[in-house]
């Protein structure tokens, strides 16, 4: 093979190595396949975070029980005493797993009992207040959700011995009730619900009341999810924060932390008749009523303290000022107690409301979740019944228990009959019932996510044959040069080679002679 073409295959290997490196590059290494909420094993198996150090080795190589120590992770049950670790899902299930049946213990198992419901973002937890005649786990959770919900407001109903959740990343309501050690989920809302940090429930009528931030409208729904209506909007309310409810009085309380337009104000349970009961706030957040001594309870998220009022506004005081470079985020009130959680600091404390002292004890802290909402239970007004109590009030969709009497309404889907008490379907009305969980969900959206997704999966394919083409065509460009290079210096060789054996003299003029006009031919 002549040195020349030998050049040129020698530049053609160079082009698709050079290629091949510049686009794959030196070494392939296994990407971390899995997704939120998931812990990515040695061998590059995926399992769920909450199996991490729970004692049992989930990992083939045994990765998820590294760097554990010997208590139980904050997503498993730890046994009393004994320190044994098994799953929440295992806890008043009605069989004991633990050997000192601590999982079955009345404190944890009876809704009777004075306990906590905090949001987690990801998790429900329920917390177990310190009590003489209980030293087993002040904590367990009841329900886990991490790659699908973001909750920073929960609820309680008594009527229905169910927790209720907002989820603003699922833009869903549900409700979870313990069924024989089962924790159920129904959904009420399933689209439309944006930011939800206020939540509360009426316990005499059922109805769930949620204060959406981003939406500024405080709404209502009843406990069987068919019906759902804006009680309060614009402009009596810009950012509804914290929600409370007084079905004895027939009244509802929530706050507003617009800047200048902050202020707690009260409605009938129907958002009609409001009026403003303080405005020297700074962000009044979370509110929590005291049904026993007739108080309402508030936090400022900016000033650091947790006021008091009486429900008509009178009589302010502070019970509690909490240090800097805190976020007094969710309160509850229960026997004297007020709950509160940090966001910041993932703690929740609690404040004797009879003493006033600036003193907090912690009842729980974990450096995994953050705390957000809170509810106690018992809750207020649990034995409370008023004219929504029997039978909805007569109404076929929302009763209200106003100070004047009951007021039946319609979802904004329907109309009134003449008689006052049903909702008949307004065929003139474009909204349909699609916003609620009794319907099928629309896929209009889902359609055109995904073409939109079709559509930027095909611009980044176009994009990429590009940058290949631009390095394939620069590589092959650059080979080129180097093969006319390589052929100009092969000839250059030839013609030295033919100078050096024959002679300058003869080599030109053989050049400059054509075999025609040389003598003898």
């Known amino acids: 093979m002549d040195r020349w073409r030998w050049n040129g295959f020698r530049c053609v290997v160079l082009l698709v190595i050079g290629a091949a490196t510049s686009l794959y590059g030196q070494e392939s290494y296994p990407a971390n396949r899995c997704v939120r909420g998931e812990h990515q094993c040695f061998d590059g198996t995926c399992v769920p975070k909450s199996w991490l150090c729970d004692k049992v080795k989930d990992c083939a190589d045994g990765s998820d029980e590294y760097a554990c120590d010997n208590s139980c992770s904050s997503l498993t049950f730890s046994c009393f005493q004994d320190g044994e670790c098994i799953s929440p899902l295992l806890v008043c299930n009605g ?9 079955e213990h009345e404190a944890l198992c ?26 087993g786990p002040s904590m367990v959770t009841v329900f886990d959700n991490e790659m699908n919900m973001d909750a920073a407001s929960v609820g309680y109903s008594w009527k229905e011995r169910a927790v209720v959740v907002a989820d603003s990343k699922m833009e869903t309501l549900f409700t979870l009730k313990n069924v024989k050690g089962r924790w159920v989920k129904k959904e009420l809302i399933n689209q439309d619900l944006k930011t939800v940090y206020g939540l ?28 759902r209506l804006v009680v309060v909007e614009h402009p009596v309310v810009e950012k509804p924060r914290g929600v409370a409810v007084d079905p004895s009085s027939g ?54 303290k947790i006021g008091r009022m009486n429900l008509d506004g009178s ?49 729980w802290d974990t450096k995994y979740f953050a705390f957000y909402g809170i509810v106690a239970v018992p809750p207020p007004f649990k034995d409370v019944e008023n004219s929504c109590s029997r039978n909805n009030g007569g109404c076929s969709h929302l009763c209200f228990a106003n100070p004047t009497g009951a007021v039946c309404k319609c979802p904004e889907w329907m109309y009134m009959d003449n008689n006052g008490k049903t909702c008949v379907d307004d065929p003139h009305f474009t909204k349909v019932q699609e916003t609620l969980a009794t319907k099928e969900p629309s896929t209009e959206g889902f359609w055109s996510a995904w073409l939109i997704g079709a559509a930027v999966l095909m611009v980044a394919v176009a994009l990429l044959l590009l940058v290949i083409a631009v390095i394939f065509f620069t590589r092959l460009r650059a080979a080129n040069r180097v093969c006319v290079e390589a052929d100009n210096y092969t000839i250059k060789d030839k013609n030295a080679l033919g100078a050096y054996g024959n002679g300058k003299g003869k080599t030109v003029q053989a050049a400059n002679t054509s075999p025609r006009s040389r003598p003898g031919f």
Not at 110 to 134: S, T, W
Not at 203 to 217: L, P
Not at 271 to 286: R, W
């Open 95 to 103: 069989t004991a797993e633990c050997p000192n049946h601590s999982d």
């Open 110 to 135: 009876n809704e009777e009992q004075p306990h906590l419901y905090v949001a987690m973002g990801p998790r429900i937890a329920k917390v177990v207040p310190h009590r003489e005649d209980y030293e």
């Open 315 to 363: 009589a302010h005081t502070t019970v509690y000022t909490a240090p800097d470079k805190t976020q007094i985020f969710g309160v509850s009130v229960a026997a004297d107690r007020c709950y509160w959680t940090d966001g910041l600091r993932s703690v929740l404390h609690t404040v004797d409301t009879a003493t006033q002292k600036n003193e907090d004890q912690l009842v």
């Open 200 to 227: 509360a429930v009426d316990q005499a009528s059922g109805n769930i009341y949620v204060a959406d931030t981003e939406r500024g409208v405080i709404e209502v729904v009843n406990s069987a999810g068919t019906a």
């Open 251 to 304: 009244h509802l309380y929530f706050s507003d932390w617009e800047y200048n337009h902050q202020k707690i104000a009260r409605c009938h349970l129907d958002g009609t008749n409001c009026v403003t009961l303080c405005t020297k706030l700074v962000a009044p957040s979370s509110i929590a009523l005291d049904s026993k001594n007739g108080h309402l309870y508030y936090s400022d998220i900016n000033d650091h």
